[in-house]
Structures are given as structure tokens and as C-alpha cells.
């Protein structure tokens, strides 16, 4: 990994400003390196209050943070804005397609490459339900829930017919994973919370209908805390769908299919998708380039050490991979944010550690737990075999999701947002941003900051 020209630094080009890459960076950032990072957004997006957006809980800019700004002062760090298109291993070039200004030679040179480009979510095959069931993978993509989701509100407020009526009113939430968990709950508590803001309808009256093709909801965590969040779900008004597949989505519909009852169509206008992940298309590229294979959910495998085989200075992290262990086997760590970071920080040891002539090490995922969060002072933790539900919980998941927030002024922000609702029922950003017929989740207008 040394530079072949003597007089230059050695060049680490980090594509994805995530959670992965952006740990990376902090860290590479110190060396003696030059370090490009780039990404086709401007900002680091914290995912996991995606949903607050959804829902009008929080502004876009409170759960984004510009990444020129986060790097910002260190000379030796170029943060470049573009779509990489093509990564060439053997001419060591990135390239990209910019999203400002105009094409030129847009390819960037590295010695070392680190590739952290996420995931993001797949509609089995049926990608003409994306424009009827937004995903919650980007600002846009949550902009555009939110928007459905008020909007709903406002037509079932003007309709006279009651069929069309409950149609307007039920939601239903395609996959029970914590994002769906999250968006039921938060779906309940702004039906509630908009119940004296409508004069002709009830807007507690709405169904919240949470489908999930397993057998119980947060199958990640121990049955005992699926069942618990299960019961805090119906409490709130969530009725929960388990066993139950989604086979046809319309914009007017739900379709769903139980192994026993056959299929049954549910009138609905307003659809979230948080069902199933694959890779970032970037780890496909990457395969090609270097001869390798990618899983059914388009990972890519790398060696214990994160690195490409046969291409010790490319590492790839995050949600795009998978790790090959010793014994030949490989795994697939949850796709979370802890495990992108210590990935991040991780490739960061192996860049200082070349550098210093040292071999790369074995990289070790420190399982701190798993967090989800229901409805206000309502979550649950199983921290280490510690299990933990109801309010303790629910300060656990708020305590971590503060820490993790990048900048102070946003985690000021956020709590301040988060104390105010939870005492006044308020939500700030209960904004519809486009009328209906202009939206569309695969053609995304830009955010606006302050939405
Ligand atoms: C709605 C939602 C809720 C979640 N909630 C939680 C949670 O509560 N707790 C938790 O731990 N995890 C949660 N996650 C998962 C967590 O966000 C991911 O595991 C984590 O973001 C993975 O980090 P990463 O670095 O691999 O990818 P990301 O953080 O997704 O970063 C990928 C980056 O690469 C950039 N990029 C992609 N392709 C290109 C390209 N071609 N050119 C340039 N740039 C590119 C993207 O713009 C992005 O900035 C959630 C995810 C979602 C979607």
C-alpha cells in the first residue's frame, strides 16, 4: 500500500459519506494521507429517525448534517459531490458522474479504496409498487410518507362516501422490522394526536395495519420482546398481520396472501414499504470488476480483514457485504449502524496499519444490542442479555439515538423537539409539500432545508 511515487501522500478515496464511511474518514482523516470522500448527497443522513420525518416529528435538516462541514479544517481532506458510476481496480480510478456542474474527466485515483455505499430497499421483483408505497431510505422517500400521510388525513376530512372514507383512513405498513414497528406507532399516535384538528372526521378512527410475511413482528430480537412490542402495538391501535404476504399493491389496495385464507384485497390509499434490503448496486460493480460474486441480497463478499480477495487495498463495509470467516463459512452481520461504523473505524486500522508496514487484522463485530422504539415512552432493548421494555427502554433508545446524532446543534435540536412533543403532542413539521399528482419517490425533487 505504499504510493509508487515517493514524493506524494498515499491517496485513500472513500466513496460514502454513511455511517461506515463517514467513521472511516474521521479516523483516515488523521493520517498522513490525502483523502477524498464522496458521495452523491452533500450530507450524512442518521436513517434511523427517518421515520420522525415520516410522521412530521422532525424537520429533514435535524437528522442531516453537511459533510463538508463534519471535515471540515483538515487540508488534507477533498469531499467531492457525485454518483460513482464505475470503479476501475486496475487503472486504481473512481469514476463518477457529478451532480453538479458539468461532466468532465471525472474519475478520481486512490492507492487504497474504501467502499461503503449501503443498501436499499427492494420491492421482490415488483417495481411498480414503489410509486404506490414509498420506501424510508431517503429525505425524499420520507418527505413523500409524510406527505401521503397528511394528505390522507385532509382527503378523508372532504370525503362523503364512507367507503372512500376508510380507505383514506387505513395505513398499512408493509414489514415489521423496526422501521415498520416505528411507523405503525408513530401512524396511531398522529391519528390520536390529530383527533381535535378535524372538524368532519375522526381521525382516531383510522386503521393502522402492520404487515409482516413472518410469524411475529421484530424478529431480530427474543420472542419474549416481539410479543411485548406486539401488545404495546395494539394498545396504541396497531392491528398487527403476521403470517401474511403482500401480493399486490395499486395505490387504491393492498393485496394480501395468508397460507390459510387465501388472498384478500384491503382498500388503502396510503402504503409504507419497510420490507426487505439488497445492496447498494455499487457492490455488483465491484464484484464484476474484481471477478467475484455477490449474494441473493447483492452483497459482496470480503475476507475477515475487510478487504477484497486478491485486492488487499480495496476494503468495503456496511450493508453491501458479507465476511468470510476462517473456516471457509461466511457471514452477514445485521445491517445496522454499529456494525458500519466499528466496519468504518475498522478500515481505518487497516490503512494506519499498512502504512506502518504492519499486517491488516481480523476485523471483530462488538455486539452492543438491539434497540426499537414503538410509540411515545414505549420501546424495547435487549442490550447484552439485558431486556428491557416500556419507559427504561425508551430512554435507553433515546439517550443512544442523541449520542449518535452528528452535531451538537442537532442533538440540541432534536431533544428539544422530542421534549416539547412529548409533553404539548406537538409535531413541528406537519407540512404537505407537493400536491399529489407531482410526486414521485423515483424522480425525488431536491429537500428543501427547513421543510
Ligand atoms: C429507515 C431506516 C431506519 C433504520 N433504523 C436503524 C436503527 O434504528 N438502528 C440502526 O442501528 N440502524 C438502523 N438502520 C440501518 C442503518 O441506517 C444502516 O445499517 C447504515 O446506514 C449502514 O451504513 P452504511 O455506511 O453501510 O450505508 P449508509 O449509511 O446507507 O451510507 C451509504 C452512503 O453511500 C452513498 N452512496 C450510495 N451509492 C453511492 C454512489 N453510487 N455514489 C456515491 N455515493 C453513494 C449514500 O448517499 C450514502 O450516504 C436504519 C435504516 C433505515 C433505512
Redesign the pocket.
Known sequence: MTSPNSNRRHRVVI????????QAALKIARLPVDLTL????NF??F?????QVATGALSPAEISYPLRRVLRGRPNVRVLL????DIDLAAQRVG?RPIAGEAGDDSVPFDTLIV????Q?TYFDHDDWRQAAP???TIEGAISVRNRILRAFEAAELESDPERRTAWLTFVIVGAG??GV?MAGQIAEIARDLRDNFESVDTSQAQILLVEAGDRVLSDFPPVLSAKAQRSLTRLGVTTLVGQMVVGVDGESVTLKHADDGTRRIPARTVVW?AG?VA???AGELAEHAGLEVDRSGRLEVLEDLTLPGHPNVLA????IRIRQPDGSTIAL????????QE?RHAARVVRDRLDGRPARRFRYHDKGN??TIGRASAVADIKHIRLSGFLAWITWLTV?IWYLIGFENRLLVLTRWAFSFFAHGRGARLITEPAKREATDAPAPARDSE
Not at 464522496?38 to 448527497?41: G, L, P, T, V, Y
Not at 461503503?116 to 443498501?119: E, R
Open positions: 466513496v460514502g459519506g454513511g455511517f461506515g464511511g463517514l464522496i458521495d452523491r448527497r450524512h443522513l436513517q434511523p429517525l427517518l421515520y457525485g454518483e460513482v458510476t463518477l461503503a455505499a449501503g443498501a430497499y420506501d424510508l431510505k423496526p422501521t416505528e419497510a434490503v447498494s448496486p455499487v463495509i456496511g450493508d453491501m445485521p445491517g445496522v449502524a454499529p456494525v458500519a461504523m468504518g434497540l426499537a439515538h
